[in-house]
């Protein structure tokens, strides 16, 4: 079956406050999708517009060639939906849970287990526990079996990863290329900028617009200024001082360098480094790099900032 | 080390619930003006020990100070010399951004006049003024986080406690986060922070990187690479964190 989602010109507001303006996404059948923005970007929006709980303004939604508003209630069937909030019941086991999930959607466990198989064998050993005791990792491994037990055709997770540990992200991401290789669309949202690299592509959304769609490497290689790391004995302080040097473009921490771009295309890597000795700096090394996905968010959304 | 005073002394802090242990045997110092950065998986017992440090919750065992005072008998006078912030609960949504300012002045015990002043310089250094009358629940999440942080050290506390401070906002505003951290340390505040991104990690002068309760490495970010041969404090804190025993 065609599993795929598409969005034309889709606008929603809030009163005053416009969540999503104007957008416009073609997601393929069997994409490992990313939605990548921070809080407030609309991200949430747009899911609960997917998933025919909220009405557009205007626009056009369709998954697998329905409509979202006409054909709400087939859609539904065609959905697997993890919200952000941990969404399930907490006074229930682990296993009425799920059972719960494929009554409500008129299946049964055992038709589906080669569906959730690979995760569920991770919750089994606590399958008479309360929802509500489990860990946060455990949780979310429950969330997702019950978001698949009725084997849908597009699988929406609203931030799984928010406020995980780094090691139970890879875990989760691991799970998903799983899933992916089933056959199933997954749209993905996270605020994590490095977890783009694991989607096939991904869109880029901030203050409700889409900034970019493409591939990772492909919206790495659209970055279009030169971009230097840089690193001396002293970062906080060589940051405030590149601040202050007259053909700064922008400076931003970034783990253990900085990365620094200027207004000039004739830019002298030996200047910048003068001037930093010259200002008391130790160790001062400076070197082109590739930009990564979070370089190129920053410089997208400071362009649409500027626009506005 | 930027300052040899001790700002936080931890000696063997246990913390039982039942036959858990959640905070085994933690020995460590934190230094005036320090940038601590706590970090550990979901789980690892971080919050369980920013309460006991913060004065919410009392240890099982072990000999610790605050800010000078005892977190078993000086609970109040060391909450007074304390700022703490989380994302989860930081201001009051339906107040406006002067009587969430108000307000915090109020319960740490500053007069109106101070209350007045330190309003308006917080405003005015945070480009901030024109918002003032505004109800917080109106602001963007970046311009909140900001406003809590800079509302959590409106005291000038000896110590300011920020529970994953930064999690969902935007790279732009996050690094603008950073720098108040920065300013706030310079000024001689010691800021002990939790985070998930673990770039934050490199910005931190020391860290403690805590599996199953314990605190299993606590160092520069220079020195815990060197220590664990890793390319970056991702690599590091993978190493620790995978070795976790943590069942449920």
Redesign the interface.
């Known amino acids: 079956m065609d599993s795929h989602i598409s969005i034309e010109n889709l606008s929603k507001s809030y009163g005053e406050v416009l969540a999503l303006q104007g957008v416009s996404l073609e997601i393929k059948s069997g994409e490992l999708f990313g939605l990548i923005?921070?809080?407030?970007?609309g991200k949430t929006t747009l899911f609960r517009i997917l998933t025919t709980l909220l009405l557009p303004n205007t626009g056009n939604v369709s998954l697998c060639g329905y409509e979202v508003v006409k054909d709400y209630k087939y859609i539904r069937n065609l959905l697997g939906y993890m919200p952000g909030r941990f969404s399930l019941y907490q006074d229930l086991s682990v296993m009425e849970n799920l059972n719960f999930f494929a009554t409500v959607f008129n299946t049964r466990i055992e038709d589906n287990m080669d569906m959730i198989h690979d995760i569920w064998v991770q919750i089994e050993p606590?399958k008479d526990?309360l929802a509500g005791k489990?860990?946060?990792?455990?949780k979310q491994k429950l969330a997702l079996c019950c978001a698949l037990i009725h084997q849908p055709k597009i699988l929406l997770l609203d931030?799984p990863t928010?406020?995980?540990?780094?090691?139970?992200r890879?875990e989760f991401w691991q799970m998903l290329k799983g899933l992916k290789a089933k056959g199933i669309t997954i749209v993905v949202a996270t605020?994590?900028?490095d977890e783009a690299n694991l989607c096939e592509r991904v869109a880029l959304i901030?203050d409700g617009k889409i900034l970019q769609v493409d591939t990772p490497a492909g919206i790495v290689n659209q970055y279009e200024k030169d971009l230097y790391a840089i690193h001396t004995s002293d970062?906080?302080q060589a940051m405030l001082d590149i601040r202050e040097y007259p053909s700064v473009h922008s400076v931003?921490?970034?783990?253990?360098v900085l990365h620094y771009t200027d207004k000039r295309d004739a830019f002298e890597v030996a200047e910048l480094k003068e001037y930093l000795v010259n200002k008391g700096h130790e160790g001062v090394k400076i070197e082109k790099i590739q930009a990564v996905i979070?370089d190129c968010?920053?410089a997208l959304?400071?362009e649409n900032k500027l626009e506005q | 080390m930027k300052d040899e005073k001790q700002v936080i002394r931890v000696r063997n802090l246990f913390k039982k619930f039942g036959d858990f242990t959640a905070n085994h045997d933690l020995s460590f110092d934190v230094y005036k003006g320090e940038i601590f950065g706590f970090l550990?998986?979901?789980?690892a017992g971080k919050t369980t020990a920013i309460k006991i440090l913060s004065g919410l919750s009392y240890p099982t065992s072990g000999e610790i100070e605050v800010a000078g005072f005892d977190v078993y008998k000086q609970r109040e006078l060391l909450k007074r010399n304390i700022g703490y912030m989380s994302?989860k609960f930081s201001l009051y949504e339906d107040l406006t951004v002067y009587e969430n300012i108000r307000f915090y002045g109020g319960i740490y015990g500053l007069s109106r006049k101070e209350i007045k002043m330190k309003a308006d310089e917080l405003l005015t250094t945070l480009n901030l003024e024109h918002v003032r009358n505004k109800r917080i629940g109106e602001l963007?999440?970046?311009w909140k986080q900001k406003l809590a942080f800079s509302v959590a050290i409106l005291h000038n506390p000896d110590i300011v406690f920020l529970d994953?401070p930064t999690?969902?906002?935007?790279?732009?505003?996050r690094?603008q986060f950073?720098d108040l951290i920065?300013e706030a340390s310079r000024k001689g505040i010691t800021v002990f922070v939790t985070t998930?991104?673990?770039?934050e990690a490199?910005?931190c002068d020391r860290v403690s990187i805590m599996v199953d309760g314990k605190i299993e490495a606590l160092d520069t970010?220079s020195e815990l690479k060197k220590q664990f041969e890793a390319k970056?404090?991702?690599a590091v804190?993978?190493r620790l964190?995978?070795n976790?025993s943590?069942q449920?």
Do not use: C, I, K
Request: aromatic share 16%; glycine share 16%; hydrophobic share 35%.
């Open positions: 923005g921070p809080d407030g970007a606590f526990r489990l860990s946060g990792g455990m931030e928010t406020g995980v540990d780094a090691v139970s890879s605020p994590y900028m901030q970062m906080y931003f921490a970034f783990g253990q979070e968010f920053m959304s400071q | 550990g998986a979901n789980g994302q963007p999440l970046g994953e999690g969902g906002v935007d790279p732009v505003t690094r950073w920065y998930h991104y673990m770039d490199e910005y970010p970056d404090m991702d804190f993978l964190a995978r976790s943590y449920e």
